[in-house]
Nanobody, 121 residues
């Protein structure tokens, strides 16, 4: 099994920044083959949506509403993926989840518990 633990959420004013982290742990065997890490979010009364994803080949994908504001990055040595969020808006308020998968973004096998991001003045 792979465990994913998110951190870095909180309350921030509009225009502010936050950096989310997702640390992966598990046996080398269980982590082997994971080729895509992603961040999803689910806002109040909304469906879960993909925010950003990154593959081990360097392919990165963002949803349109966060392009130019959010940056996904990873540290393979620390088995950690980050989401730098700048110029935050109230509509970014959501529970943010980290996900890991072996199918190049088609499906995700492992999910974290989520970290809450609230953008409000």
């Amino acid at each position: 099994q792979v465990q994913l633990v998110e951190s870095g959420g909180g309350l921030v004013q509009p225009g502010g920044s936050l950096r989310l982290s997702c640390a992966a742990s598990g046996s080398i065997f269980s982590i082997f083959g994971i080729n895509t890490m992603a961040w999803y979010r689910q806002g109040p009364g909304k469906q879960r949506e993909l925010v950003a994803s990154q593959t081990t080949t360097g392919s990165i994908n963002y949803r349109d509403s966060v392009k130019g504001r959010f940056t996904i990055s990873g540290d393979n040595t620390k088995k950690t993926v980050y989401l730098q969020m700048n110029s935050l808006k109230p509509e970014d308020t959501a529970l943010y989840y980290c996900a890991a998968g072996r199918t190049w973004g088609r499906t995700y096998d492992y999910w974290g518990q989520g970290t809450q991001v609230t953008v409000s003045s």
